[in-house]
């Protein structure tokens, strides 16, 4: 997976003056050994921090080895000010953790009381409007603690890819999808930079592209991914053509930044102008850890960027778009499935899903533009039933005023035949239904979801956490009654 950052990892124990400081400096060395136990790698400060000074020489030791996420362990109460600070003269992304008392035998001489520090220490982080990450329950053993470290990577890595992201977009929203709009102010506040383009701009570069000697070898590997899904061989090579239009605009346009996504109009002009739809081109680049979401929808290949670096896999853009038909229930998941009706929906879009995502695929054209359009001019998109296994359905969403939302919520795609078009399959998530109305709608969230390809909610909700997110909608249960719901329904 490229166009992701790689965390490395470092700890910096501290110390509380009047405590032992080899009690923080052994139980560091003990998660250490924990950690690396399950297979990770991660740098062990030499300097346990005692006061500001330390401070400053731990932070410079583990910036010298590359570090790019810390984790700073209170292996005994620890230093308010020393430890607080830490985080912030470090400047990325930051987890804090705290020993658990080993044995009742060691109460006396080697007490660490770090349960209490990590609450001087919450406190001083509000005081000083710093961020980080303290896991759901931050007090464990060595193994215990090695166990959150591990959590903390691809938090880490969403993090370290935001700070470092430029979105790139072709075009203003499609008219009638104002619900893609938002406002661009707190892609700002995150870090991430955005460049806006014209569709003349990206049509340029596209011409520019027409006698690439470089198209022929995508071409061959675009039909080798296809194999017998290939029905429209003849397509290919302006395929090609405008993949190398996005990859050179990607390496050419990131300026200082390390990582690009893509938000780019794919109708109603695109077509007749370029004579082709883009689906399949967008596939293949998200595949790649490189979104590129339909219909400028900005904060859905934002979205997707968060989601390719917590699963370091190939996520998907589709419309919360359709139920499932009575009668299709009925036959194929009633009974078999743990599901209401109201717990499905269909998720679908034209062809913009990874081949590797699909259970079988096939170049078409676009069923939805042919009904307006000259067919041969919609050719282009990859079409097949979404593979089923686990999913996170997830977004996270600028209002009109500027506010940042999010939701997650974790469920499956069920191996149902959708007996439809584009790329698509039959989703269940338990009490969709609720949330649906409660969240989705009651929030004024965009048809667009993201869907990573496996369960990450845990992950998911702490990152939005993270990123200062207070209002993180997800799928209640039955018993937890949503604020908008009439408790006579």
């Not at 209170?74 to 830490?86: I, V, Y």
């Not at 938090?155 to 499609?174: D, V, Y």
């Not at 081109?281 to 290949?301: F, H, K, P, Q, W």
Request: proline letters at 5%.
């Amino acid at each position: 997976m490229k166009n992701i950052p790689e965390v490395k990892l470092g700890i910096i124990a501290v110390s509380r003056d009047c405590f032992p400081m080899t009690l923080s400096a052994r139980r560091r060395g003990a998660v250490v050994q924990a950690y690396e136990k399950k297979g990770g790698e991660i740098f062990e400060c030499s300097i346990t921090v005692e006061n500001e000074n330390d401070m400053v020489k731990a932070v410079r030791q583990v910036k010298e080895q590359g570090c790019n996420a810390l984790v700073i362990f209170l292996g005994n109460f620890g230093p308010e000010t020393s430890e607080t600070l830490m985080a912030r003269e470090f400047g990325g992304p930051v987890m804090y953790a705290a020993a658990a008392e080993e044995t009742g035998e060691s109460l006396l001489d080697d007490r660490g009381d770090a349960y209490c520090g990590m609450l001087n220490l919450s406190y001083n982080l509000k005081l000083r409007n710093i961020k980080a990450y303290i896991p759901e329950y931050p007090v464990g053993t060595a193994d215990e603690v090695a166990d959150m470290i591990r959590d903390f990577i691809p938090i880490a890595r969403a993090l370290l890819g935001l700070g470092r992201l430029k979105i790139i977009s072709f075009g203003p929203r499609p008219q009638d999808f104002l619900a893609c709009n938002a406002p661009i102010k707190q892609l700002y506040n995150l870090g991430v930079e955005i460049e806006e383009n014209s569709e003349l701009d990206l049509f340029a570069s596209f011409n520019e592209h027409k006698d690439d000697p470089r198209i022929a070898a995508v071409t061959q590997d675009m039909e080798e991914e296809l194999g017998e899904g290939n029905k429209l061989p003849g397509i290919l090579p302006k395929l090609a053509q405008y993949e190398l239009t996005l990859l050179d605009w990607a390496q050419n346009h990131k300026g200082s930044r390390d990582y690009v996504v893509f938000a780019n109009k794919c109708w109603p002009s695109f077509q007749t102008q370029f004579g082709f739809v883009p689906c399949y081109v967008n596939s293949r680049l998200t595949a790649r850890g490189m979104a590129v979401s339909c219909e400028v929808d900005i904060y859905g290949a934002l979205s997707e960027y968060i989601g390719t670096c917590v699963s370091q896999d190939a996520v998907t853009l589709l419309d919360i778009n359709n139920s499932v038909p009575a009668d299709m229930y009925e036959a194929q998941i009633k009974g078999k499935y743990p599901y209401t009706l109201k717990d499905t929906f269909m998720g679908f879009h034209c062809g913009n899903t990874a081949a590797c995502k699909l259970s079988f695929k096939e170049m078409r054209n676009q069923k939805i533009m042919a009904r307006t359009l000259p067919k041969e001019v919609t050719y282009g998109t990859l079409e097949g039933d979404i593979a089923p296994g686990k999913i996170t359905f997830f977004r996270l969403q600028s209002t009109a005023d500027a506010r940042l939302r999010a939701y997650v919520a974790e469920g499956e795609i069920l191996p149902v035949p959708t007996r439809s078009f584009g790329a698509i399959a039959v989703f269940a998530i338990p009490e969709m239904g609720r949330f649906y109305r409660h969240v989705l709608i009651e929030k004024n969230y965009p048809h667009h979801g993201a869907v990573a390809f496996g369960h990450f909610g845990k992950t998911m909700f702490e990152i939005f956490k993270y990123l200062g997110v207070d209002d993180i909608g997800f799928n209640q249960p039955r018993e937890m009654r949503y604020p908008t719901e009439n408790p006579f329904a």
